[in-house]
Structures are given as C-alpha cells and as structure tokens.
C-alpha cells in the first residue's frame, strides 16, 4: 500500500466552483506539505503544517487554504477555482532533518 | 532571497555519464537533495549531502558540491534508458522547508 495517497487523481472543473483536494499518510509524519508543479516552474510550495494544530502559507497561498483534521490527513481547498490554478498537485510528508520528503502520487487539476 | 535554479533538458546516449547542474544561492543550506520524478508520479528522493561535504557516492550515483561557488552536480554513470525522467535539486537554507529548481528533464536515447 502507498504511503502518501492522494485524491482524487485527475479532476476537470469549471470557474467559480470550490474543490477539496485529500491527502492521507501513513508513515506517522508530523509534517505535512502541498505544492503545486507547473511546467518550467519546478515546484512550488502552498501551504504547509508541522503538526494538527500548526499551519503556515508557502510561496504561493494566495487562493488556497488548507485543513489539517489529523496528523495523517492535510486537505487543500481551492474556494473559488480559476483557470490559472490548473496543475498538477502534490502532497509530501516528512519527519524531520535531513528533510527528506515522500510523495503523494499527484492530483492533476484542470479548471475550464 | 532563495533561488535554485536549473537547466530544462539533458539528453544523453545510453551507457554514456549524465550530469546535472543545479546553482542555489542560499550558503546556509544544511543538506541539498536530488528527487526524481518519473512520468506520471511523484518525486522520489535519490540522495542527499550534507553542506560540509563536498562529495558522496552512491552506485551509479555521484554528488558533487562547491559551496563556495553554490553549485550541486549529480552524475549519473552508465545512463540508461530507466533514467529517463525530471531531476530536481532542493536545498533546505537551513528552515524547515525545502525549496525545489526548476528540474531537469533527461532523456536517455539508445
């Protein structure tokens, strides 16, 4: 079984409406990451939580949020999706220093 | 502030070394990391080197680091074809985050 699921795998959207994406883990990780990859971008990171009750903006939280409902679940929202937000999404997990990070499989979005 | 950067593309002759630059500005990194992403997956952590060091050799695997002049090299030895995929350094400048280049897309031909 993998270690850090993501769902869905592929969503298609329209303007406007709201989308949840999931992220669950199994490898008892306190910290947890979203990014997103964009062609030429490499990655950048949105938001990211150390623990269930700490929660930081990355680069790029504009548009975002986030929720933390359990040290192996961290869910990004997009409120109000809009074409510029179409990429492909990843959630990590680590534990601590050396930060090696393990990744969900991604979510590829397409927001119309 | 904290930059990494990249070059896009690499293509390379199977059996033939690749190597993969990457220059970051941050000199108070503690580890610098190669991930791989093969197509349609997420990233896969490859090997890591801690900044006092200034190589580590892992099989097929080489690191290379001059922090004087900020600059990370992975050589990979006997390319092959299941090398095929994007490459990208991150450093961690000393936080707890990891910041990504640009990544590098190698492609392995016959």
């Known amino acids: 079984d993998a270690d850090v699921t993501q769902t869905p795998r592929n969503r298609i959207t329209k303007t406007g409406k709201r989308i949840m994406l999931e992220c669950s883990q199994t490898k008892g990780h306190d910290r947890m990451y979203w990014y997103r990859q964009d062609p030429g971008l490499g990655l950048r990171l949105i938001y990211y939580s150390f623990d269930v009750k700490d929660i930081n903006k990355g680069e790029i939280s504009d548009g975002y949020s986030v929720s933390r409902q359990a040290q192996a679940k961290f869910s990004l929202s997009l409120e109000s999706a809009i074409p510029n937000q179409t990429a492909l999404y990843f959630c990590a997990t680590s534990s601590s220093h050396p930060d090696t990070q393990y990744f969900g499989p991604g979510t590829r979005l397409t927001v119309l | 502030g904290e930059d990494v950067e990249q070059s896009l593309f690499l293509s390379v002759r199977e059996g033939d070394s690749s190597v993969i630059n990457c220059t970051y500005t941050?000199?108070?990194?503690?580890?610098l990391y190669w991930y791989k992403q093969e197509p349609g997956a997420g990233l896969q952590l490859l090997t890591y080197?801690?900044?006092?060091?200034d190589m580590k050799q892992d099989q097929r695997l080489t690191v290379l680091l001059n922090k004087k002049d900020k600059h990370l090299s992975l050589r990979i030895a006997d390319t092959q074809t299941g090398d095929s995929a994007i490459y990208f350094c991150?450093?961690?400048?000393?936080?707890?985050?990891?910041?990504f280049g640009t990544g590098t897309r190698l492609q392995v031909f016959p």
């Open positions: 991150a450093e961690d400048g000393n936080t707890d985050k990891l910041i």
């Open positions: 941050d000199s108070s990194s503690t580890y």
């Open positions: 080197i801690f900044s006092n060091m």
